[in-house]
């Protein structure tokens, strides 16, 4: 995330998270994003972290999130070791073990942008993978998913977006790249991995 930020020079204001920030810095970082902004604001943050769930940034505050990759955890250990005894308990191991968990935060960064009935955002999902059915599927039914490929076609989608005057919301997907797989070490499951397994990781729309 730091070296997307360090790279381009925006053309507007942006805000970073940072691993050292306590409850004084991270309310002071939201409070700069204000209603009705008199500047364009991007705030990059990590997902699945302190600002990805629990905020409620209303109306003007927050119109839209671009989701970085399928939230999926990388590759451990642990996760093939719960990857197993899913596939015995349940027969899709890799979905309880990594996607589901993935989904979920994802689901959480999302839920950000629409908060009450009145608000309207777009989120951009940005990877590959929201293209394949298997992926596709699980997006919540209620979305108006619409797929572009290139920064024209979403900067054209966008702007038709905020035209409507009777949207509430819209998603949009946008293909990027492929995530590659390392396979890890085996490890043994403890007590811990046991009692996960028993209680599945279902995604939840907060």
């Known amino acids: 995330m730091k070296q997307v930020y360090e790279a381009e020079q925006w053309p507007f204001r942006v805000l970073i998270q940072t691993p050292d920030m306590d409850s004084v810095s991270r309310t002071a970082f939201l409070e700069e994003l204000m209603p009705e902004p008199k500047e364009t604001t991007a705030a990059f943050v990590v997902m699945g972290g302190v600002f990805a769930e629990g905020i409620d940034l209303k109306g003007s505050r927050l119109i839209g999130a671009a989701v970085v ?21 349940y027969g ?64 054209i989608s966008l702007r038709a977006f905020w035209m409507e005057e009777d949207a509430s919301s819209d998603d949009i997907v946008l293909p990027h790249h492929q995530a590659v797989q390392v396979k890890a070490p085996d490890f043994k499951p403890g007590p811990e991995d046991q009692a996960q397994a028993e209680h599945p990781y279902a995604a939840q729309d907060d």
């Open 69 to 89: 990759g399928t939230g999926v955890p990388q590759i451990s250990p642990r996760g093939d070791a719960l990857t197993r005894i899913y596939e015995t308990m």
């Open 92 to 155: 899709s191991g890799y979905d309880y073990a990594y996607l589901y968990p993935g989904l979920c935060r994802v689901y959480q960064a999302a839920g950000r942008v629409i908060r009450r009935e009145s608000d309207r955002g777009a989120v951009l999902l940005i990877d590959a993978r929201w293209c394949e059915p298997r992926h596709e599927a699980l997006l919540p039914k209620h979305w108006r998913v619409k797929t572009v490929r290139d920064p024209d076609a979403l900067q």
